[in-house]
């Protein structure tokens, strides 16, 4: 099984659209949680840090359940610069490494 | 601020050949990684530093070394390059311990024929 599982996609969603990304995580010694954004060809960059208690940024919301080791990200009013791969990433172990979810791929319609 | 680069941005190597990845960040971060990423799969851990002088292996080290001998610059090295180690290959760097955030950089991508 993966450490980190995420739905593939592709997603394809009219411009407005809301859509959701869920991702499961094995390792229940995970310190923290985040959603990168990654681009065709380039390198991933952190999207937002994902907490219990649920956050939001702008039109970015995520949630983290511990007790079933599910996070979530939703994107609502959907925009064509949303087009991108979402990756799913926690952290453990002393040096904080980051285990890398395999992307869900998301392109926003015109 | 250049933040994290990388040397070279694209390399061809023939199997058995050697070739060195040059990681630098002008950040003062402490921590320096090293990922590679293949066709349709997250970014995997070769091998990491959490200072000057030291390094640890990660999920993935066989077939690669890797050196920390000043605080700004990451080596990646391929002794006897193989075709299963075409990929693209990441570096990043955190400032320490408690920081959250590791910052990459822009990526090579190597092809072993």
């Known amino acids: 099984r993966k450490e980190v599982e995420q739905d593939p996609g592709p997603f394809n969603v009219p411009e407005g659209a809301t859509v959701a990304f869920n991702c499961t995580y094995s390792?229940?010694?995970?310190?923290?949680f985040f959603w990168y954004r990654q681009d065709c060809r380039k390198e991933p960059k952190l999207l937002m840090s994902?907490?219990?208690s649920g956050n939001e940024d702008g039109r970015f919301t995520a949630q983290l359940n511990r007790a079933s080791q599910y996070i979530s990200l939703l994107i609502r009013d959907s925009k064509l610069s949303d087009s991108a791969t979402y990756l799913c990433?926690?952290?453990?172990?002393?040096?904080?490494?980051?285990?890398f979810g395999s992307g869900t791929q998301l392109t926003v319609l015109p | 601020n250049a933040g994290v680069t990388q040397t070279p941005k694209f390399r061809v190597l023939k199997t058995g050949q050697s070739m060195t990845l040059l990681c630098a960040q002008d950040?003062?971060?402490?921590?320096m990684y090293w990922y590679r990423q293949d066709p349709g799969m997250g970014l995997r851990l070769i091998h990491y530093?959490?200072?000057?002088?030291?390094?640890a292996k990660g999920e993935v080290p066989d077939g690669y070394n890797v050196s920390r001998l000043k605080k700004q610059n990451f080596l990646l090295g391929l002794e006897s390059a193989a075709p299963s180690q075409t990929s693209v290959y990441f570096c990043?760097?955190?400032?320490?311990?408690?920081?959250?955030?590791?910052?990459f950089g822009p990526g090579t991508r190597l092809t072993v024929t």
């Open positions: 990043a760097s955190k400032s320490g311990d408690r920081a959250d955030e590791q910052y």
């Open positions: 390792n229940s010694a995970s310190q923290s």
């Open positions: 994902v907490y219990s």
């Open positions: 990433v926690l952290s453990s172990g002393s040096a904080r490494q980051l285990t």
């Open positions: 950040m003062n971060h402490e921590y």
């Open positions: 530093s959490v200072g000057e002088g030291t390094t």
